[in-house]
């Protein structure tokens, strides 16, 4: 900053603040993240008096990459309005920030713009409104300009597989994929990673294995979606030998494929080997300690993930609200009540996290297990409007403490929370099985009879559990 200032100085005391070469060299210097300030750079370039594109395209460029993209926005009407046509640098950044924003208005307005104007429809403007189009989910106007790019490079077809898969459309994302004439790593782990979202593990661990054939060196995002498949599907087997090809292939387990092989791990019930891989990892961020958390308490073994927690406040961590999470689940499931109601008050007094419903419903599951009903009560009907957001949101809270009332053979109370539940308009068969049983224990068969000529009435029935098996390296 001081450099800057010197700098600056130097140019109003040699008169150079009016030679427009010299002043877009210093706002090339202010904007550039490795010898600049952007905070200055904002300021240097308000007191400019009429700014030229030049001008105007680093400072989009800079605000982009550090994510102020509202201002980019404004700045790109700002130009425009001061009678400035915005070039094929101008288009990438403006078409990347809104899309972020997922503006898909504004991108068929500034798309429109590209076309009354006559700008080169170029590689770089084309991937940008392409990966615009696909974030925004507007996948017909995506594929329009697919189909008009002449050029059509790796980004391209990347941006498009994306835009399908993100949106469960594999045939068609398959159908790019095979088209692209060149296949990087990043088209590999796109695709791979759209069939684990959709749950097609097979299929990934299948492409993977196509993906080795062609020499493509995986990275690690594709390594954390090959895990994060094994985890959904409870795949050990299939994690451990992953797990073996990292090592085997000198891929380093730094915080990102730790967290993932942490929640494999934990998800098939192997919390030794999540607990070896979390203290293998050196630098440990938030993902990190809460992966480890949040796996110890899924797997019961509470006093470890407080302990821990513990340890995470000490080396400095700062938990997020999925920590919160993790933390509030283990002291439910260990019956930690007095732990539990300190731990969901520092979120705001301490951290400043705004508690969610889902933190909500993890007190109220504890109060509920413990069988304070009343105070499980009050807490539903205190939430903040802000936080519940309509009565929906609060359906799964009262379920919960349904299902505490009749744990605890508690009928007066149920029968209270079932009217209660009637009062809400939804379509969960398992709460109207719930509720028609805690009707049926008070001996209220009328009501029992409502009950069920609703679920008739709406053709709702109970959906049988369905649960994954692994044997042989095959998931059933």
Sequence with gaps: MKQLKQIQTHMFTLGLTQNKET???????????????????????????????????LMIKA??????LRKVVLLFNELREEGLSPDSFTYPFVLKAIGRLRGGSEGINIHGFIVKTGVEFDSYVGNALLGLYSKCGCLSYARQVFNQMRVKDVVTFTNM??????????NEARELFERSP????????TMINGYVQSNYFEEALTLFQEMQVCRVKPDKFTIVALLTGCAQMGALEQGSWIHGYIENNYIMIDTVVGTALIEMYAKCGCVDKSLEIFMGVKEKDT?????????LAMNGQTKKSLELFSNMQQDGGEPDAITFIGILSACSHGGFVEEGRQYFDSMKNVYKIEPKVEHYGCLVDLLGRSGLLDEAETMIEKIPNIVADGNMDLLPLWSSLLGACRTHNNVEKGVHVSEKISELEFSNSGVRTLVSNIYAASNRWEDVNKVRTTMKDLRMKKIPGFSSIETNAIVH
């Design 161 to 170: 597989v994306s835009g399908y898969v993100n949106y469960g459309k594999l």
């Design 23 to 57: 002043l877009n060299k210093f706002m090339a210097f202010c904007t550039n993240p490795d010898s600049g300030n952007l905070n200055y750079a904002e300021r240097v370039f308000s007191s400019i008096q009429n700014p030229c594109l030049f001008v105007y395209n």
């Design 182 to 189: 060149v296949k990087d790593v990043v088209l590999w782990t």
């Design 63 to 68: 605000l982009t990459k550090e994510g102020s």
């Design 287 to 295: 993902a990190l300690w809460t992966a480890i958390i949040c796996g």
